[in-house]
């Protein structure tokens, strides 16, 4: 199967996603991060990987360049980097038209749902996170 190696999606900025500075809130920008890469790792993945794994946050860093605003059309992009153990690095791009807004940088573990504990990237994942890998 091939993949590709970004996977984004256009919306419009909605009235509950903005703060009392008119400007999308910085907790939505979080979410965004983790709704693009969950989406994401659901083209990616099977039944099969879903019963066995489940992925979760170590760590997100955020850099805000610029914000956007009530019914902005907004692109969230994201992208796998390096995989090495239980750890994937996932990366993600906020665009309003060409403008950067906002880059993201967020390191997974993954778990094992019969332990519940962090294990070592399977070859099954680890040969689809290196397929697409940027």
């Avoid at 880059?103 to 519940?116: E, Q």
């Amino acid at each position: 199967m091939e993949f590709k190696k970004k996977y984004s999606y256009t919306k419009k900025v909605v009235e509950n996603e903005i703060d009392d500075l008119n400007h999308v809130n910085n907790i939505v920008y979080l979410k965004w991060v983790q709704e693009v890469s969950e989406l994401h790792w659901n083209l990616l993945s099977n039944n099969d990987l879903n019963s066995k794994y489940f992925w979760v946050v170590l760590r997100h860093e955020i850099d805000y360049f610029s914000s956007a605003k009530l019914n902005d059309s907004i692109t969230i992009t994201t992208f796998i980097g390096d995989s090495y153990g239980v750890k994937s690095e996932r990366f993600v791009e906020i665009y309003k038209e060409e403008k950067l807004l906002v880059k993201a940088k967020t390191i997974w573990c993954l778990i094992s749902k019969i332990t519940m504990k962090p294990i070592r990237i399977p070859e099954e994942i680890n040969a689809i996170l290196s397929e697409i890998k940027i």
